[in-house]
DNA sequence: ACTTCCGTTCTTTTT
DNA sequence: GAACGGAAGT
């Protein structure tokens, strides 16, 4: 390990810094990652600190995981070493001591849907009026008052949000469990009312890091100072300018004010970008200058200017699929870059369908990132149910959720009485399952109650001792859930059966990765655990995900699409600034669109050599059709980069964009001098081949195509993009492809 | 008890 | 356009 060969002067001196703590404010592409790693490489390498003395905390698992790996890299086997993310850091702690809190060591974690069913149930007991009380916004003003640490009696909360947040925490504690903010809220406590265990855990770890600092909340920064005194060896790493989560309660005072909350820090400064072109960098910057709020930063590359920045516009959200796909095989194309290196971001998730559309379109593998998650799937969070349940009866809801999954005779009424007997004995579900209780029901629902019960009780014993993967395999088995979905015999239910087959290699994937075969272990990762890991890394495939989700990604090729008011920046920012603005006109400043400026700008930043931006006319959103003006981050853009995004610096990428027919009045180009832009038209190609009637001929055909080989062509029409083929594949079977991608035979 | 079908309502981003 | 809730049909 070179320090000094591999490692800048600023990095070096952040990585070097001897102790006490240390600010590093890390632009994008600075490599902050690397500043990271190397730097607790350093001191378990060079300093002889103890791995396991070390606490390194991130905002998603995937960064904790690639920590991970990185420091094995450089310093071998760094067992003992906590890099895990916030949430999982209060869970282990609370894993740990939960029975000082009064909770018990084997507490479920409710994820936010668990939570929902929760909320509504606790809606129906106070029998509030469903109209006026939203679950959403009560589990929000719930949340709040965690973020706050403030439990339910010390709220702040009136009337219904008060009573609905006393009962909701007595539930939760009651079916032993804790929701996501609890992991951080509790933890807290714990620290607060338990001296010994904060000062054991302050004199274990010697060096704490956190990343992405920009996105801590009040109560996560509260647990992070209660462990780091002032002067302790705190190393926080971050950007304000991609601070994108205030809405999740993200405090940008945090990293503003920390050189006061822990005086005689020292601040270090990486502004060198390493990743992207000396024109992506210029866009991004001209953009992010626009705020009014940043700690100054200029970010500067030894880059060579790579291809201009472009945008193009699209009729509506199809064409704009239409777009991007040919983009995509046009530049890969051109440059040689793999499809793996290649991201199309958008600002709401939404809008991923009618992308999925094209890629399909034109045969460009994809996945998505985000959105349908496999843990989220009906199937699998059955399947989780009862592997929660086994290892804690008193989980009400998924008690609940699994009752009559599969089918076995216990409806809502049954359900419904099992709930108010419950509440009756002041216990849970499952302990008010016996033959005693049960004397009010009719033999049959009795009898199916019990056979509930023992089945459980059953589950319990077979997968005590084994590992969660036999233990999914159990549940598969012994409750007919398995058989159940074969008997449907539907294309959906063999889909479903292979998701929860999927759960077993799931189960045995976390078992190797994290050597722990547990089903505790494996419950824990299941509910932290976003899909992310389970996706294998895009092996010639195209990644659709959020801005939101990209960061901390970087690829060769990017495009950011739905560069449009209302959708970026999004409309609800719009609204709470003029709210705002209407408050107190005096001070307020566009807060929330200067959020989504930099959500833009960590979007522009994940890109490596060629970025695009696309927008669209006309757009279909929740039914109705939107004509929204380009985005003004567009303007910030390209106001001064305009004419000269074509200069001589490179060559201009024909991506073959759309026609631009700039009679549409509603909104002229101007403000984009959008009739400099490059105008393609489609309808050539189009009326050519619309006319040639000889599509039917086609079928009967042998086709290749580059990506799915060889196949027989069933059907053939044509479509806005052109000339659409279904082909039955001998590799990946029936699939609509574009004409212009296959080759006859 | 369970399924299916229809109308209503909302859509930001996530650990 | 989907996800939920309610109502009617099997």
Redesign the pocket.
Known sequence: MDLERELNPEQLDAVMHPGGPLLILAGAGSGKTRAITYRIAHLVHDMGVEPWKILALT????AAGEMCERIDKLVGEASGLWAL????FGARLLRRHADLLGWGKDFTIY???DSKRLG?LILEKLDLD??LY???RMLAAV?RAKRKLRGPRQSGLKGPQRDFYILYQRSLKAANAFD??D??MQANFLFDRHPEVLEKYRRRFEHVLVDEFQDTDRAQYTLLRMLCPPGANLCVVGDDDQS?????GAEIGNIMGFASDYPGCKTVKLERNYRSTAHILQAAGLLIHKNSRRHPKALWTEMEPGPPVEKFQARDEREEAGLVARGILKIVQQYGFSLGQVAVLY?????S?ALEEGMRLFGIPYRV?????FFDRAEVRDVVSYLRLIQNYKSDVDLMRIM?VP?????????QRIVALAEEHGCSMFEVMTPQNLSGF?K??REAVLQLRRLLEQLGQEASASSASDAVEAVIKTTGYGRWLESMGTMESEGRLENIKELITAAQDMARGTGDESLEGFLEQVA???D?DLAQEGQGMVTL?????SKGLEFDVVFITGMEEGLLP????L??DERQMLKSPGRAFPR?VE??RR?CYVGMTRARQVLTLTYTKSR?????VAINPPSRFLKDIFQDMGKTSKAPLAEVVDIGGFDLDDDDEIFHGDMLHASDEETVDYSDEYSQLAGDDGLDDLVGRTVVHQAFGKGLVSGARMSPHGPMLTVVFNSVGTKTVMLDYVKMK
């Open positions: 905002f998603t698992n995937k993310t916030f949430h999982s994820d936010d849907r509504k469903r109209q939203k679950v959403d949340e996501f903010s992991l951080i994108i989560y205030r809405w999740r600002r709401v998730n939404a809008q369908r990132v985000g959105g349908l998650r009559n089918p076995r005779g216990l409806g809502q009424k049954s359900r009719r049959k629902e932290l655990l976003t992310m995900m959020t801005l939101h989700a999004h409309s609800r920012s609204d709470d929330a959020e989504e959500l279909s959103m929740a039914g109705q």
